[in-house]
């Protein structure tokens, strides 16, 4: 964490940021976030993160008192006051206080600084596993603080050798636990269309890439495809080689998720130079 952050309506240290132990933050698990990279000190891709952010909100029914453009100048000042070069920014809206302790109330908003570690080399290189789990996450298409279900499954994958959870039910895949998920076969690029976050990697890579199918998937073809990778800001694109006991492919990764990855990488430099 970086020392400066947004609460109460001013930049403050972070180590004095507060919430009351009432918030429906923390008694209810109610509440909004999301998290975008800078780059360069530029935050990568802004404007889309904060439709989504504004767009979360308005869906839980949050009051946000920033307009577009004064989130972000705090976000600039943030920036700026942490001299956050590389890192990542998150942004947080509790659910606030309530009478009745159940419906939402005035929610809260922060705005951290964090540095970042993304996953490491040989992760990229060779591939990671996934677990799968029958789920699928509530209200997917907003970006609510409600982890809770991968945060106690966590114990289980690190114990298995997985990277994390692939969530599928009645036989369709929907995301991983922070990442969305593409299969290729046959040259064909294909992802998920529903029960899912419309991550601001997945809409990118999509725009990168030329044979795209936007539709459900199943298991079944997850395992038969040629090659599989999840995408996430904090991950960009990690090849998956393995499904429990699984391999994908040939349990390489692939030179289809390679190649946009690379693809990505010269999209985010000219971006953010
Ligand atoms: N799906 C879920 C459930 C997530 O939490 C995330 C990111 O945190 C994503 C997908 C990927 O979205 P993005 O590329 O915007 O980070």
């Avoid at 439709?51 to 949050?62: G, P, Q, V």
């Avoid at 692939?166 to 036989?171: K, T």
Wanted: net charge negative; glycine share 8%.
């Amino acid at each position: 964490m970086k020392p400066f952050c947004f609460a109460d309506g001013q930049i403050i240290p972070t180590e004095s940021a507060t919430i009351h132990p009432m918030d429906l933050g923390l008694i209810r698990g109610y509440g909004i976030f999301d998290f975008f990279r800078t780059v360069n000190y530029k935050a990568l891709f802004l404007d889309h993160y904060l439709d989504r952010f504004i767009a979360s909100a308005k869906k839980t029914y949050l009051s946000l008192d920033y307009s577009r453009d004064e989130l972000k100048g705090i976000i600039q000042e943030l920036i700026d006051k942490n001299d956050l070069k590389e890192g990542g920014i998150r942004m947080v809206l509790s659910g606030g206080m309530s009478e009745n302790h159940f419906s939402p109330g005035k929610g809260k908003l922060y705005i951290f600084a964090e540095s970042l570690i993304f996953p490491s080399q040989q992760k990229y290189e060779q591939g990671v596993k996934l677990l799968s789990l029958e789920y699928v996450r509530p209200i997917a298409e907003i970006k609510t603080t409600n982890y809770a279900l991968a945060v106690w499954h966590s114990a289980q994958w690190k114990q298995q050798g997985a990277e994390d959870v692939i969530y599928h039910l009645n036989g369709y895949i929907s995301e991983s636990s922070r990442s969305n998920f593409f299969i290729v076969k046959d040259g064909v690029i294909s992802t998920p269309d529903r029960h899912i976050l419309m991550g601001i990697t997945r809409k990118h890579i999509l725009e990168l890439a030329e044979n795209v199918e936007v539709r459900p998937i199943t298991m079944q073809e997850a395992l038969a495809a040629d090659e599989a990778f999840i995408t996430s800001t904090t991950k960009v694109l990690l090849p998956v080689t393995q499904i429990d006991d699984l391999k994908i492919g040939n349990g390489k990764t692939g030179p289809v998720s390679l190649d946009l990855l690379e693809r990505f990488k010269k999209m985010e430099k000219e971006l953010c130079g």
